[in-house]
């Protein structure tokens, strides 16, 4: 009671609505777990956003769990308290505002999660939800082990996870979450439960593809495999050359048999203030092997940069944090065609280019291989909804990203962003070479990845929602990121 005393005189705003209430009767049950606006916990969080259009958001409270028996008793209370809703943020690399971040909400920061527990017979990585990558590669390097996971060291497990999870190993062993032997996870009745191929199955396959729709995820039971150290090229390239780096891809892509141990993004990077392309590209082999033969044939492209080590996964996924900066990111899947990605980089230079806001802004547009080797994992592990099969043959997955300074250019950027990808599509799909399938993990705001996973997968998620989440919680009271609805 004292807390909600204190609480209460925070502000006398604090007393009108539910998400405040609601912050208030947090506080009884949760103690320090809790903290408010101006606390100094509070503020880690806010400026642990990778995106400052997340971190302008302001929660009512923050909750930062010892346990997963602290989110199960959070979820009960919210829920019970009309108006008050909550966000879930595992290392908060999502750019868009309101999808781990709430205003006037309640925020889950998981990054007080972040366990790392090997089992006995070191096949099973329990990872707990609000870790990031590095923490996890760092553990298990010394055993010479890996899971699938991101390619970034500071993106969070939470996140990536559940959205599918492109990693260095995915054409090896499948996307990040076939890779799941376990969800723990909080439902919306507060009740903590396990998901996994032999118990709540329909919940299991759900999370592999359905984000945060079903509930909190607390734990990640990951599969372990043995791995050294990998091969990492670093190339960069004129943009002249663009089309011989777009044949190399597109022929590493389209090889009868793909090279499982191959994890490559090609980037066409644009700065709007130099008014300059250049081409880069990250070609890691994950066997300690100097040269790989896979890349010789971008290798062998003039290249501006080329640099080559053989180094270990957590040494290669140690990135310096970015200063804060607006983001954002879109996306599109295509088959391969060397001859459309110089239409892609027609349209995004004929788009972009004379778009130079105050303060300028950089475009990103990663290229990455999606073969059908690396989706044909899924069935091992009891499917995910990701609606992607190898029958879709060879693809490659387009992450469009800005990043710029300046706040007040947002809505110009999210406007002229939409050009491109929208052109692009349409080019694509008159030519037959678009697919369906748009990557959660990467999608803009206003795209339909969840739709893109085909009605059937989607109607399959909206049946575990209603058996798992009868009441909505996960639909209506986390409004943030992509809804079933
Ligand atoms: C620099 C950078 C590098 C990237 N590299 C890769 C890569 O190699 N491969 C790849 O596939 N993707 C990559 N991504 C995309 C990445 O997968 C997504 O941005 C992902 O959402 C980030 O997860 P997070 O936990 O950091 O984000 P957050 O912003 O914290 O969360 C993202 C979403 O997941 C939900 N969520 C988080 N934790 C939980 C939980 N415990 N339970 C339920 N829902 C939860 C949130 O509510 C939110 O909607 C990268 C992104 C960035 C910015």
Redesign the pocket.
């Known amino acids: 009671m004292k807390s909600t005393l204190a609480f209460l005189s925070y502000t006398a705003a604090a007393r009108a609505t539910g998400a405040n209430i609601c912050c208030a009767q947090l506080q009884d049950a949760l103690d320090t777990k809790i903290t408010l606006p101006g606390q100094s916990t509070y503020n880690t969080t806010e400026n642990s956003?990778?995106s400052l259009q997340?971190a302008n958001l302001q929660p009512g409270c923050i909750l930062r769990p010892s346990s997963p028996q602290d989110v199960a008793k959070a979820v009960s209370i919210i829920v019970g308290v009309d108006g008050c809703t909550f966000?879930?943020?595992?290392?908060?690399?999502?750019?868009a505002a309101g999808?781990?971040n709430i205003d006037g909400g309640v925020t889950?920061d998981?990054t007080s999660l972040d366990s790392t527990v090997l089992s006995h017979d070191k096949s099973v990585l329990s990872v707990g939800?609000?870790a990031?990558w590095l923490q996890v590669y760092e553990y298990l390097d010394p055993y010479n082990l890996a899971v699938a996971g991101?390619?970034?060291g500071?993106?969070?497990?939470?996140?990536?996870t559940?959205?599918?999870?492109?990693?260095h190993f995915s054409p090896r062993v499948g996307w990040?979450c076939d890779n799941v032997v376990n969800f723990e996870?909080v439902l919306g009745d507060g009740t903590l439960t396990n998901a996994n191929q032999t118990s709540n199955s329909d919940l299991y396959r759900a999370l592999k593809g359905g984000?945060?729709n079903f509930?909190?995820?607390?734990r990640f039971d990951l599969a372990t495999f043995p791995q050294g150290n990998l091969s990492v090229t670093k190339l960069a390239h004129d943009i002249s050359q663009r089309k011989a780096v777009f044949q190399a891809f597109t022929d590493i892509v389209v090889a009868p048999k793909f090279d499982v141990d191959t994890s490559l993004v090609t980037v066409l990077l644009y700065n709007s203030t130099s008014k300059a392309w250049v081409i880069s590209n990250s070609a890691v082999y994950t066997q300690p092997v100097v040269n790989p033969p896979v890349f010789a044939e971008l290798a062998a492209v003039p290249s501006v940069s080329n640099s080559s080590e053989i180094t270990s996964l957590a040494a290669y996924a140690k990135?310096a944090a970015?200063p804060p900066l607006n983001?954002l990111?879109a996306t599109a899947t295509f088959k391969p065609s060397a001859k459309f990605m110089l239409d892609i980089f027609d349209i995004l230079n004929g788009t972009l280019y004379s778009f130079n806001p105050e303060g300028g802004i950089v475009w990103s547009i990663a290229l990455e291989p999606l073969p059908a080797v690396l989706v044909s994992h899924a069935a091992k592990t009891g499917g995910n909804v990701l609606g992607v099969s190898p029958e879709d043959g060879n693809s490659y997955v387009m992450?469009l990203?800005a990043l710029w300074p300046n706040s007040a250019s947002n809505p110009a950027v999210d406007q002229i962003s939409r050009e491109p990808v929208a052109k692009i599509e349409s080019q694509a799909r008159a030519k037959g070479l678009l697919q369906k399938f748009q990557?959660i993990?990467?999608a803009a705001p206003y795209q339909k990845p969840l739709a893109s996973y085909g009605a059937k997968n989607l109607e399959f998620l909206k049946g575990v929602s209603k058996r798992y989440d009868p009441e909505g919680v996960f639909q209506t009271r986390?409004p943030?990121?992509?809804k079933l609805a």
């Open positions: 956003y990778w997340e966000a879930i943020k595992g290392q908060g690399h999502a750019p999808f781990a889950f998981m939800a609000g990031s991101g390619r970034n500071l993106v969070g497990v939470g996140g990536l559940p959205g599918g999870g492109i990693s990040a996870v984000v945060n509930g909190v995820v607390t990135e970015t983001w990111f992450l990203s990557y993990n990467y986390v943030g990121g992509f």
